[in-house]
Nanobody, 114 residues
Framework: QVQLVESGGGLVQPGGSLRLSCTPS????????MGWYRQRPGEERLWVTT??????TYAKAMKGRFTVSVDTAENTVYPEMNSLKVEATALYYC?????????WGLGTQVTVSS
């Protein structure tokens, strides 16, 4: 089974930044489809971004605050979260398409608090 290892979450002060990561057990290529979601306690899981061959797309509310890069040498996707607010506190999940379904990581907790 494909495995996704997430990291980078933690406690950060408002206005701070965090760099999350997602490393799959398979090699990232131009054909790889990956994404990130966030979920607050008691709420539905919401789409944040998707990385595909055609390019990277972001949820409207996340534009300018969530930027994704790919390091092929490390085989890792790095979302950079900037200007963090308290409402950004949530579990953040990485996923990847591995036909015929999408595989999910276990999530990494981001807590924004002073």
């Amino acid at each position: 089974q494909v495995q996704l290892v997430e990291s980078g979450g933690g406690l950060v002060q408002p206005g701070g930044s965090l760099r999350l990561s997602c490393t799959p057990s398979t090699t990232i290529s131009s054909a790889t489809n990956m994404g990130w979601y966030r979920q607050r306690p008691g709420e539905e899981r919401l789409w944040v971004t998707t990385i595909m061959k055609s390019g990277t797309t972001y949820a409207k509310a996340m534009k300018g605050r969530f930027t994704v890069s790919v390091d092929t040498a490390e085989n890792t996707v790095y979302p950079e979260m900037n200007s963090l607010k308290v409402e950004a506190t949530a579990l953040y999940y990485c996923n990847m398409y591995s036909g015929p379904t999408w595989v999910w990581g276990l999530g990494t907790q981001v807590t924004v608090s002073s």
